[in-house]
């Protein structure tokens, strides 16, 4: 019964691992996102750079829009910035889920070594016993 036990709260630690290791991806592919959104911006920036460099007539309008950028990319930094302590506080929790399940795993590992020495020390026993009765019969 605790052996059913033990099986069960290992399936339930592995599926609590998945479940935050779901939750960090999710959060990371969120951060990475951002990321990519910012690089976007600065790479629409530098386009933009250039085609001012060969057209002068909008040059008056690149001010306003390399501000607006700017911005949007700071913006972009905050919500980074936002991210990280739930970003580490998943971390702590996918790690505590592990630490739980691999305890689970290592108290299952020893229940089942002092199972097979209770079973080896078992089957010794009714060995030497065999060994002891072809013995009696032997002398008779």
């Not at 059913?4 to 339930?12: E, P």
């Not at 040059?59 to 949007?72: E, L, Q």
């Not at 702590?92 to 209770?118: G, H, M, P, T």
């Amino acid at each position: 019964m605790a052996r059913d036990t033990l099986a069960t709260l290992i399936r339930l630690g592995k599926f609590e691992v998945d479940e935050k290791r779901r939750a960090l991806q999710e959060i990371l592919d969120l951060e990475q996102a951002l990321r990519d959104e910012i690089a976007a911006l600065e790479a629409e920036e530098r386009a933009e750079q250039q085609f001012v460099s060969t057209h002068a007539e909008q040059s008056a309008t690149y001010g306003s829009y390399s501000v607006a950028n700017k911005k949007r990319r700071e913006v972009l930094l905050h919500k980074i910035a936002d991210m990280i302590p739930e970003i580490e506080e998943a971390r702590s929790a996918l790690s505590e889920a592990f630490a739980v399940q691999k305890r689970y795993e290592i108290a299952k590992e020893n229940q089942d070594a002092a199972q097979n020495a209770v079973t080896a020390k078992r089957e010794r026993e009714e060995m030497d016993e065999l060994a002891l009765q072809a013995h009696r019969r032997e002398m008779q």
